[in-house]
């Protein structure tokens, strides 16, 4: 008898259906992949199981009891653990409290028996081969400690089922091991696992099943053992879109951004160089390091060594103020909590970077201002009422071509654009995709950071491949297409050659 049975799974969010009839099976004492690209349902189905949101259709089956009006409190008494990508810890508490928190030991006497809670905290860890503290401070702890933490405080209340969403993101490959270990261990005592994830190198090394959805929609399953990771890649993404149609080839000019051997937060050994006019797009999972870096090109995040030239000059790096001097601005890939400025006008918004660079002034000219504004509106196109409304009153795609008004103020040569049309509707997609081509024709540097191939196909002329904080490939534009992509963002590449620590061969690296 299967631990978990959910089959033809529906729902929808506002009569907009997000899973069309999704099965999926787990067997006891199993670990098995839940694949799909962002936004394929995983994530959905997940949330039903562990009762955080209703289903429309559909059975629940979980160690033969049939399941209806799944509430949080009950799937946890059931045994089901869902442990999240964002760790859900309290960093101001320690160990053994986290553990127990609403569900603490008590004395006789109604006082909390910590020395009690210690003791059985130490107890689980040790018995788990882990090697935490129960007294210290979560605070404390290492990354892939705190995802161990997890996992033992869903332990140490009898799980049977654990679902792990992508556990290692922020993991070295030491701390992946040790997972595993841990997870391999729990797996011989009839424990199982959902191991959502797109690295292909852990998938088949540490799971027994796979089940794929695609766009809310069940794709198909079979055993690790009996398929390869081209074969499952392309059953993520199906058939390869059509490559872009709106890209022109253009000439470029002479050097402009230079980086050698720069590492930091999320990011190793980069070196590349973009010329004047050039659209070069960065891609892989989320986390693998490209997002990272362009914060890190902006001085939003720090820079542990290498160098960034620009024009042949070095930038002085971890200083968002000596990068806008030198010409760099970042569009950054939350619109709102990093663009958006509510409370203020549509030019207010506009002139925040410029009135960053000239702040020495001792006045601001309103009526140059409008006019400005009036140039921008006109030469990006767009649609608003007055300047003097709030940003909010605009849709999310002319929001986003104020703040690139915002940095084209400046006289900023070089655009890193982070995720640029996250959250913008299909017709605003198109209109962005055509803006970022006219800048580069005008001269404009550009690196594109985004998760979609296809916006790639439209704008890029090469693309350069995340994985694990360093670039695996680079792809001209004619090259750039779906499944290849995907193959090299998820190390399938490596995984096909036998290869579990996400690098692949140095001639498949196209550095």
Not at 167 to 179: I, K, M, R
Not at 429 to 454: F, H, M, Q, S
């Amino acid at each position: 008898m299967s631990l978990l049975e959910m089959k033809g799974i529906y729902k929808s969010f506002s009569g907009v259906p997000v899973l069309r009839g999704v099965d999926l099976t787990i067997e006891k004492g199993e670990i098995h992949a839940l694949l799909g690209e962002n936004g394929a349902g995983k994530s959905t189905l997940m949330n039903i199981l562990t009762g955080t949101i209703a289903y429309d259709e559909g059975s629940i089956r979980f160690d033969g009891q049939e399941l209806k009006n799944i509430t949080i409190k009950k799937s946890e008494e059931l045994g089901i653990a869902f442990v999240h990508q964002e760790l859900n810890l309290f960093n101001d508490l320690k160990v053994f409290e986290n553990i127990y928190i609403n569900k603490e030991i008590t004395t006789k006497f109604g006082r909390l028996d910590k020395r009690q809670m210690i003791k059985r905290s130490r107890e689980l860890f040790e018995n788990l081969g882990v090697s935490i503290d129960p007294t210290a401070m979560v605070s404390d702890l290492r990354t892939g400690e705190k995802q161990l933490l997890e996992i033992c405080k869903a332990l140490f209340f009898d799980a049977k089922l654990l679902i792990l969403d992508e556990p290692t993101t922020s993991l070295t490959n030491e701390e992946v091991e040790h997972l595993f270990k841990i997870v391999n261990d729990l797996k011989q005592r009839g424990i199982s696992f959902i191991f959502i994830s797109h690295k292909m190198p852990e998938i088949f090394a540490y799971c027994d099943a796979y089940t794929v959805f695609r766009n809310g929609e069940y794709i198909g399953h079979g055993k690790i053992a009996d398929t390869t990771p081209n074969d499952v890649t392309r059953l993520m993404v199906g058939q390869a879109s059509e490559a872009g149609k709106i890209y022109k080839k253009r000439k470029v000019g002479e050097e402009v951004l230079r980086l050698e051997n720069v590492s930091g937060k999320g990011f190793n050994n980069i070196s590349f160089s973009v010329k004047k006019g050039e659209i070069i797009g960065l891609t892989g999972l989320q986390g693998a390091g490209s997002s990272e870096l362009m914060q890190g090109i902006f001085g939003s995040e720090p820079i542990y060594s290498g160098t960034v030239k620009v024009s042949g000059e070095t930038v002085k790096t971890g200083s968002v103020h000596r990068a806008m001097k030198a010409g760099i601005s970042l569009l950054p890939s939350n619109r709102k909590e990093n663009s958006v400025i509510p409370d203020m006008t549509l030019i207010e918004n506009m002139y925040l970077a410029e009135h960053t660079l000239s702040a020495g002034k001792f006045q601001i000219h309103k009526k140059k201002e409008e006019n400005n504004y009036l140039e921008y509106k006109d030469k990006l196109n767009i649609k608003a009422e007055s300047g003097n409304d709030l940003i909010t009153s605009l849709s999310g795609g002319n929001q986003q071509k104020v703040f690139i008004a915002r940095w084209l103020n400046t006289n900023s040569d070089i655009l890193l654009f982070d995720n640029p049309t996250q959250g913008i509707d299909v017709g605003a997609k198109e209109e962005i995709y055509r803006l970022i081509l006219r800048l580069a024709e005008e001269g404009k540097t550009i690196l594109v950071n985004t998760l979609e191939i296809p916006e790639l196909q439209q704008v890029a002329d090469s693309c350069m491949i995340f994985y694990n904080g360093e670039i695996i490939k680079v792809l001209s534009h004619d090259e750039i297409e779906e499944h290849r992509v995907m193959m090299y963002s998820t190390n399938s590449v490596g995984a096909q050659e036998g290869n579990t620590n996400g690098n692949s061969d140095e001639d498949e690296k196209g550095k």
